[in-house]
């Protein structure tokens, strides 16, 4: 069964296809249109989004397959999770029949599935997103989980591919944690971290003593970026980090502190906000480029000056995220167009 949980688990030819039917699709929005007719994919949020829940929607159905949005808990059933306890809770629908029913119905399963925030490594290995797996029939598309946002990874991977006229490898990119008032998840930048380790850039991880990311995640950024010929550094030196870059990619996550001491996180994070996206900061750099996943706060990680300005790249990436959805669905429906795009 194929899914795409993470792009670790995706071989490199089909990668580097993915970004090439990507960059097709960016430029003829009618390519493959009407592809998949007849199929569906069944795409369920327990969270919110905006750009992935409209691309994936336009994408599959420019594609010719109908998609169908599911909000567990807001208009259809909550779901129970433990298996062999009694369901005497709120949740009136059990993940297994749940996943069970939706992959009779659809050709694909598309999931978005934040961090529960309480259980650290459960978080990490998306213990409740290989649930899904474990329960259906049919490909299970992670459209966001605890540790990992392969749909974002592969929409930059083109736009970064894109801009650097299809030689990414070697560009200095800063990877910069920003302040936000919320403790937010580490799948974008994990999923950052290893989508530009793969593409060969030298990667600048910058952060804060205490927000370290998964160091499983940073042993295969390593080796990713070993074997493209990239590299990784770390550093507490936001300014320091940021001479010499070509792009300053900003984000927020909260510190693994959060699991075990919600209040000293929080407190720990606040101490943080000097660390925002100024002008001062762009103009240390080698006349980098702004990136970020979105939604942003104007003021809190980025001021509007840099983000308003001539070398930001975040509608670029918000494009980027429908021609990416077309073609993770190729990929996942494995049509022959994949191999037959002439790239
Ligand atoms: N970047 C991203 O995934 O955006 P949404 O949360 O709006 O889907």
């Not at 939604?295 to 918000?318: F, K, M, S």
């Amino acid at each position: 069964m194929k899914h795409l949980l993470d792009w670790l688990d995706v071989d490199e030819a089909s990668w580097t296809q993915c970004i090439q039917d990507a960059l097709l699709h960016g430029l003829d929005r009618q390519k493959d249109a009407g592809l998949h007719k007849g199929k569906s994919v069944a795409l369920v949020f327990f969270n919110d989004s905006l750009r992935t829940r409209v691309s994936m929607e336009l994408a599959a159905g420019s594609l010719g397959a109908q998609p169908v949005t599911v909000t567990p808990g807001s208009g259809s059933w909550g779901f129970s999770w433990e298996k062999g306890k009694p369901m005497n809770g709120t949740e009136a629908e059990h993940i297994q029949e749940a996943v069970g029913v939706l992959s009779r119905y659809a050709d694909a399963i598309g999931v978005r599935l934040f961090a529960s925030g309480t259980d650290l490594q459960a978080d990490m290995t998306d213990a409740r997103l290989r649930q899904f797996t474990s329960y259906s029939d049919v490909p299970v598309l992670n459209l966001e989980s605890a540790s990992r946002h392969p749909c974002q990874a592969l929409a930059d991977a083109a736009v970064l591919t894109n801009h650097f006229g299809g030689r990414p490898q070697t560009k200095k990119l800063v990877l910069s944690w920003t302040y936000h008032p919320k403790a937010l998840p580490m799948a974008v930048p994990h999923s950052t971290l290893l989508m530009a380790s793969r593409l060969g850039m030298d990667v600048t991880l910058a952060r804060p003593q205490g927000f370290e990311l998964d160091p499983v995640v940073m042993d295969s950024a390593r080796r990713a970026a070993a074997a493209h010929g990239g590299s990784i550094r770390e550093t507490d030196d936001l300014a320091a980090a940021a001479d010499g870059a070509q792009i300053i990619y900003a984000k927020s996550w909260g510190a693994s502190l959060r699991y075990s001491d919600p209040d000293g996180e929080s407190i720990r994070r606040d101490s943080q906000r000097n660390w925002r996206i100024t002008s001062q900061l762009m103009s240390a750099t080698n006349d980098a480029h702004f990136m970020h996943c979105l939604p942003v706060r104007r003021g809190v990680v980025v001021d509007d000056e840099v983000i308003d300005g001539p070398r930001t790249l975040h509608l670029d990436q918000a494009e980027y995220r429908l021609h990416a959805q077309k073609a993770i669905l190729n990929w996942l429906w494995d049509q022959p167009s994949m191999t037959s795009s002439g790239t």
